[in-house]
T-cell receptor, first 114, second 111 residues
């Protein structure tokens, strides 16, 4: 079975541009979460979607948005890119949200903003 | 402010010894605790989860939880060079099930 897949793996953008990152969860998983990880830090929660509805939002500006499609895949959009948006963006899937939720991560998208 | 604290390391341990990784968290009402391993340039992978006070063992790994002290640890017995990685502690302390992550401890196993 395929794991969580993310695309693209690497991306270089300039300030002010917009970017879309994509994620396909493990088959049967209905929850997708997005995280930002800056080098040397732990992942920071951005969004969680479950059954196509937003379940949670982290402390990120409105430039960040996401959605989940009927097949449970997801997109993360970032508008008006800033240098500080440079990071590894991780997508994680899980069967259902909950206190014992175990996350399975994709390999990530490394975004560089110049 | 909900926080998870870890010593950033690096923690250097001889091969075959026990590696002990520690994590403290700020929210006394936290319910679920996870240890993830992250190799350099890779994404995190789940090693252990623990929900109740005490010890939980899985192969060479033991997770320990003390809710009164707001402390969770990971022990790795018979450490191998392949255990060299950053170990992330994650705690579910939010009613919306959002995980709060520590910055990770870099572990180096010396042959």
């Amino acid at each position: 079975d395929a794991g969580v897949t993310q695309s693209p793996t690497h991306l270089i953008k300039t300030r002010g541009q917009q970017v879309t990152l994509r994620c396909s969860p493990i088959s049967g998983h209905k929850s997708v979460s997005w995280y930002q990880q800056v080098l040397g830090q732990g992942p920071q929660f951005i969004f969680q979607y479950y059954e196509k509805e937003e379940r949670g939002r982290g402390n990120f500006p409105d430039r960040f948005s996401a959605r989940q499609f009927p097949n449970y895949s997801s997109e993360l959009n970032v508008n008006a890119l800033l240098l500080g948006d440079s990071a590894l963006y991780l997508c994680a899937s899980s069967a259902v949200p909950g206190t014992d939720e175990k996350l399975f991560f994709g390999s990530g998208t490394q975004l560089s903003v110049l | 402010q909900k926080e998870v604290e870890q010593n950033s390391g690096p923690l250097s341990v001889p091969e075959g010894a026990i590696a002990s990784l520690n994590c403290t968290y700020s929210d006394r009402g936290s319910q679920s605790f996870f240890w993830y391993r992250q190799y350099s340039g890779k994404s995190p992978e789940l090693i252990m989860s623990i929900y109740s006070n005490g010890d939980k063992e899985d192969g060479r790994f033991t997770a320990q939880l003390n809710k009164a002290s707001q402390y969770v640890s990971l022990l790795i017995r018979d450490s191998q060079p392949s255990d060299s990685a950053t170990y992330l502690c994650a705690v579910n302390m939010d009613s919306n099930y959002q995980l709060i992550w520590g910055a990770g401890t870099k572990l180096i196993i010396k042959p």
